[in-house]
């Protein structure tokens, strides 16, 4: 089992602050410029050289269209097996499902090991717990054999259940991400929580909320 603390590294480059209006254009300079167009772990695109350049939108707010109380959208994913599991599967106990960007990068490594080195806290609160992303589920098999990982991934090729639910993205759009939800036994969400640079805060969140159940 791979240790989550020997993770790969993607420094970024420094960069000298610059006056100008347009904070978006800061940031996508900012992109365009690190090495192979890596943040956070993430592949992103050439935007400096891209053909037709697209106008920016502000930050996705996260104003999730699952809220608190809501009964979320079913679905039916492959899990890291191949299997199909659905969220009804999980009814009748508390589920904590969240949303990640991808497999093997930083912040989502340390997220995918915090969840798995509190799981006996989640299973003494009779709570299952699920990671949902865009990758295949080949991708998942790995990420969970190399860490050891003891609970579901499900793969969202396409990121339908991601927009289904509402996960809003970071940085303009180019970063999936990174939500949680903790569902009761009736199916109802009791807690959304978003926060993409401290992965590991999520499992914090979670517990505190799972123990007021």
């Known amino acids: 089992m791979a240790s989550c603390t020997s993770l790969p590294k993607h420094p970024l480059p420094l960069v000298r602050p610059t006056m100008s209006k347009n904070p978006a254009s800061q940031i996508i300079s900012f992109l365009s410029k690190s090495s192979n167009s890596q943040f956070y772990g993430l592949s992103l695109p050439n935007l400096a050289t891209s053909s037709s350049p697209r106008p920016l939108s502000p930050r996705t707010p996260i104003h999730a269209k699952v809220s608190k109380g809501d009964v979320p959208p079913p679905f039916t994913l492959k899990d890291q097996n191949g299997r199909n599991v659905s969220l009804t599967r999980f009814k009748g106990k508390p589920a904590v499902v969240y949303f990640y960007p991808a497999d093997e990068t930083p912040g989502c490594t340390k997220e995918a ?49 991601r927009k289904e639910w509402g996960v809003p993205s970071d940085l ?31 499992v914090e969140e979670t517990l505190k909320l799972l123990q007021s159940l």
């Open 113 to 161: 090991c915090a969840f798995r080195d509190s799981y006996e806290k989640f299973k003494k609160a009779g709570a299952e717990v699920v990671g949902i992303s865009g990758d295949d589920p080949a991708s998942h098999k790995a990420f969970a054999t190399k860490y050891g990982l003891p609970f579901t991934l499900l793969s969202d090729e396409g990121n339908k259940v």
């Open 172 to 202: 303009f759009g180019v970063l999936p991400g990174r939500q949680t939800y903790v569902i009761d036994r009736k199916g109802a969400v009791q807690l959304v929580y978003n926060n993409q640079f401290q992965p590991e805060k999520h």
